[in-house]
């Protein structure tokens, strides 16, 4: 991994508390639907079209923190990028955080490893967040809505009670990885794309809206990087 971290510096909702996060471990998690038949018919619709079968269910990709930015302009290699709206939960200095972000991942390398192509992209995070305090049941997971768009058009839209509770990623996470700890940023998976395709557009924004008409948002535009 790529020992250069640029802290990132997020706001509290509410408190307007600055944290600068300066993350141990990013791991974003896949395969996180709490239906397991959804899963694996997801697993085939990617298995279709040459994405490989994980290693297990739920998938967790240990990535470079660097990879981390809350910059509204962020460079690919490719073309054949996307991204998709997740929760992200942050653990720093013991306290608990949830923000929205983007798994940006590229689509080509994924059809021959799916960790390649997390780790080929940056991964966008909003710079507001809501804090946890020492509890992840603090936010009523069920409740929460995500959605995202791509060039203006609808791309992701649902209930993030679909997905695996925090916590129940969190305890598997430290099953199978190693060294964690300590501060670490977790993307919590994501939902069903509504016209069922990868779309490789440059504009994204994203929502997280929580109980009490708090909503989460950040949006980004991908440039390709110049050969």
């Not at 509204?72 to 998709?84: Q, Y």
């Not at 430290?174 to 490789?200: E, K, R, Y």
Request: some cysteine.
């Amino acid at each position: 991994m790529n020992d250069r971290r640029t802290p990132l510096t997020v706001e509290v909702t509410g408190s307007k508390e600055q944290l600068v996060i300066d993350a141990d471990r990013l791991i974003v998690a896949g395969y996180t639907a709490r239906d397991l038949a959804t899963v694996e018919a997801h697993i085939a619709e990617l298995e279709a079209i040459g994405v490989p079968r994980p290693a297990s269910v739920p998938a967790f990709y240990d990535l470079d923190p660097s990879l981390l930015t809350t910059d509204p302009v962020v460079a690919v290699d490719s073309e054949s990028t996307s991204g998709e709206v997740e929760p992200v939960v942050i653990r720093h200095g013991g306290r608990y955080f949830l923000g929205v972000g983007s798994d940006h991942t590229d689509r080509v390398i994924e059809r021959s490893d799916i960790a390649a192509a997390k780790a080929a992209c940056p991964k966008p995070l909003g710079d507001v967040v809501v804090e946890l305090g020492n509890d992840l049941d603090t936010v009523d997971w069920d409740s929460l809505l995500a959605d995202s768009s791509v060039d203006g058009w609808p791309y992701q839209e649902g209930s993030v009670a679909t997905l695996r509770h925090p916590a129940e990623l969190l305890e598997r996470m430290a099953g199978v990885v190693s060294g964690t700890t300590g501060d670490i940023v977790l993307f919590c998976g994501t939902l069903p794309l509504l016209g069922g395709t990868f779309v490789h557009g440059s504009y994204w924004r994203m929502h997280l809206e929580l109980p009490g008409l708090t909503v989460l948002t950040h949006a980004y535009e991908t440039k390709q990087r110049s050969l």
